[in-house]
């Protein structure tokens, strides 16, 4: 100890320099394993997502790091799923086939989804342990439909569900998952259904694929009122989903005060998506983002991350997810608000208010 404090600061500074400079960098989430989750006819939950995502980190012309992706530990993927399901996948490593009639599995399906969720978990720790502020997870097979006994929905294992467990881990008691992809987290939902310690809320288009998320879905015991449902009619704009920020979104938030700011970034909400019926485009991602980039400031620190699930139109994928990450790196001024729309989904957002107004009195 002595002879460290013997030491010349100008080591000590150096190295705080090069550690702020890290932090000002978007922490990245990327593997070729990835790619190699493919079926073998066309699909649209394919390895060209990703070089669309790839293409939208170029596009936002962002500094960023790379996060070193390691195979999630079955004790940090047993967190969040059971044993017996775990035995399960892992007897599929190497062969191909069906789940369920969404969900395909290929020869490095298994190995991919595990190095998905641990590089989730790299990214929480970087975060955590002040290597970077912010990050991104551009994953491949997606997470949150995966259940804590069962794949679904694309998804063989919940990634962001495993990261919020990580975080947990930690220490932190109030992390904030939201989940803009247009079909509703179902996993991610019942995973933390009973836990306070996460809040899942979730803006989805219903009713619709899976079939839950309804405003009166609020989690039980302890996690009652710590699961929020926002669920709006095919068709919703900009607008729509401003006054649900506005009216539910940001009051719970700020009211929960997150000490960690996750986002199940799915981008299937937007127009030109071919599995979904909503209306929004990249400019609507970017004025969500930056709304939930002020709370993350407020009550986090700053530390926000997106974790890629959903979207499945090309460009729309790249621009949408651009958007984002130009406001994760460069900050929220200047980004105007989306327009009102003729007639606001009054009816869907009063709704969610009359399941969550007793535990949530900023609702409006």
Request: hydrophobic residues 40%; charged residues 20%.
């Amino acid at each position: 100890m002595s002879q460290t404090n013997t030491l010349s600061n100008e080591p000590r500074k150096a190295g705080a320099k090069l550690r702020e400079t890290a932090r000002a960098a978007l922490g990245v989430v990327d593997d070729p394993s990835f790619d190699l989750h493919h079926s073998v006819g066309y699909h649209p939950e394919r390895p060209e997502r990703l070089v669309a995502a790839r293409a939208a980190l170029k596009s936002a012309a962002v500094e960023t790091r790379s996060v070193q992706v390691r195979p999630a530990t079955r004790e940090q993927l047993g967190r969040v799923h059971g044993p017996g399901y775990l035995e399960r996948l892992s007897f599929l490593a190497g062969k191909e086939g069906q789940l369920d009639a969404d969900t395909y599995f290929a020869p490095e399906s298994v190995a991919a989804a595990e190095r998905a969720a641990g590089g989730g978990v790299s990214l929480i720790d970087a975060m955590l342990e002040g290597d970077v502020l912010r990050g991104v997870a551009l994953l491949r097979p997606p997470g949150h439909h995966a259940r804590p006994e069962e794949a679904m929905g694309f998804c063989l294992l919940n990634n962001v569900a495993v990261a919020a467990a990580q975080a947990l881990s930690h220490g932190l008691s109030r992390v904030a998952i939201i989940d803009w992809d247009v079909h509703h987290g179902n996993g991610t939902q019942e995973m933390f259904w009973r836990d306070p310690r996460v809040l899942y809320l979730s803006l989805h288009q219903w009713p619709f694929y899976p079939g839950s998320g309804s405003a009166g879905e609020i989690g039980e015991g302890e996690g009652r009122g710590f699961t929020v449902n926002v669920p709006l009619s095919a068709g919703a704009r900009a607008g729509d989903y401003a006054a649900a920020f506005d009216r539910i979104v940001l009051p719970v938030l700020e009211s929960y005060a997150p000490e960690l700011v996750l986002v199940s970034a799915g981008f299937d909400a937007h127009r030109d998506d071919p599995l979904a019926n909503m209306q929004l485009d990249a400019s609507t991602y970017r004025w969500m983002t930056a709304k939930l980039l002020d709370v993350a400031e407020r009550t986090a620190g700053g530390k926000m991350a997106l974790f890629l699930e959903g979207g499945y139109h090309l460009p729309a994928l790249e621009a949408s997810l651009s958007s984002c990450l130009e406001v994760l790196s460069k900050g929220t001024s200047g980004i105007e608000r989306p327009p009102a729309p003729q007639t606001v989904q009054e009816m869907e957002i009063k709704r969610a208010k009359k399941a969550l107004e007793r535990f949530w009195p900023g609702v409006v």
